[in-house]
């Protein structure tokens, strides 16, 4: 069984956009959907209403910058700080091109830090790539309980 993409997100318009790229990726993943910071840290640790979720890591998290309740940098900064979830890959997808944000999302451990593009068709192929990357291509740590797409001879 594959591991499901988380995506924080807010902005409908970017949800939307995010969504069809990922679809038009064609990962088998199931792509999960928070949107909030505060709503994708009680999933990220099994409190609130989703307690009772499968346990297991999201084979990568997909997280915009500007969110309500809790920012993320604040999500990246409680991931990293937590030995179960550290190794969660994180793809820091947003609009800004500020330096601090990109200075800071780095210095908490961000994996990638990625500026969503105007154009559509670019935009399909960065989420394209990065879905491929993260949640097939990628090689996580030992012990961090990946579970291994079967490949069919």
């Known amino acids: 069984m594959l591991k ?17 790229a990922l679809e038009r990726s064609q990962l088998a993943n199931e792509v999960i ?20 979720r499968d346990e297991g890591n999201p084979a990568v998290m997909l997280l915009d910058l500007k969110l309500p309740k809790v920012d993320g940098l604040e999500v990246l900064k409680a991931v990293r700080s937590a030995e179960e979830l550290r190794s ?10 500020e330096e601090p944000d990109l200075q800071r999302a780095y210095e908490l451990g961000v994996n990638a830090y990625v500026v969503k593009p105007v154009e559509f068709k670019e935009f399909v192929s960065a989420i394209s790539d990065l879905g491929i990357f993260w949640a097939v291509l990628n090689e996580p740590p030992p012990g961090s309980l990946r579970l291994q797409r079967r490949v069919q001879p």
């Open 4 to 20: 499901p993409i988380l995506l924080v997100e807010d902005n409908p318009r970017d949800l939307e956009l995010t969504l069809v």
């Open 33 to 52: 959907v928070m949107r909030d910071g505060a709503e994708a840290l009680d999933y990220l640790y099994r409190r609130g209403e989703h307690a009772t």
């Open 88 to 97: 969660i890959p994180i793809v820091m997808l947003t609009s800004s091109k």
